[in-house]
């Protein structure tokens, strides 16, 4: 078989068209398909971290509603500046049933913080030391939010086997002024 000028025109053109199709079609969709692909990586990615983020915000919903939920709480364990008499009344109260002589009391200035008061009192009192020990026991059980900054424990004469002390310390009572609790 004899190839000519024809024949070989012919080969070279049945060749061509794979080549030419290859460079003219395929490649670019190839190339489409490649972008394509990496976009849709890049929206799976992004919507991947919004899930996260979305789910960080029912988290923190959750948290905040468990946070009001704990400051309500709280807030109710202030009295109103009202209430810091009664407080004080319970105060004397839990000494003299704990066995305790009847303390004396010095108001101090009170101080101001963020969302409440506290007003400090001074408080003198002498007994047995598992007195005030039960007193200490049951200041702690109140509902109200108190604190002891300071204390000085004195010994006395020893009765018994329970030693006589004097004790002066500052409670701290929290709570809200009237006009904050109004708005």
């Known amino acids: 078989m004899k190839l000519g000028p024809r024949e070989f025109l012919t080969v070279a053109i049945v060749l061509m068209i794979p080549l030419l199709s290859f460079a ?3 490649r670019p969709q190839n190339t489409e398909i490649d972008n394509a692909l990496a976009e849709i990586a890049h929206k799976r990615d992004v919507l991947n971290r919004l899930q996260q983020e979305t789910a960080k915000n029912a988290d923190l ?3 905040n509603a468990l946070i009001a939920e704990r400051i309500e709480k709280d807030e109710a364990r202030l009295p109103s500046s009202k209430g810091v008499d009664r407080i004080v009344r319970q105060v004397s109260a839990l000494a003299v049933d704990s066995g305790l002589e009847a303390p004396s009391l010095k108001s101090l200035k009170p101080l101001e913080a963020a969302m409440y008061r506290e007003q400090p009192l001074e408080m003198t009192t002498a007994g047995t030391f598992k ?4 007193f200490l026991r049951r200041m702690e059980r109140l509902p109200r939010i108190t604190r002891i900054v300071s204390m000085e424990i004195k010994r006395g004469a020893a009765t018994d086997d329970d030693p006589e ?6 409670l701290s009572i929290y709570f809200q002024d009237e006009t904050e609790v109004a708005e």
Not at 131 to 134: L, N
């Open 24 to 26: 003219v079609v395929f």
């Open 61 to 63: 919903r959750e948290a």
């Open 165 to 170: 002390i004097s004790v002066k310390f500052t």
């Open 131 to 134: 007195g005030f020990y039960e």
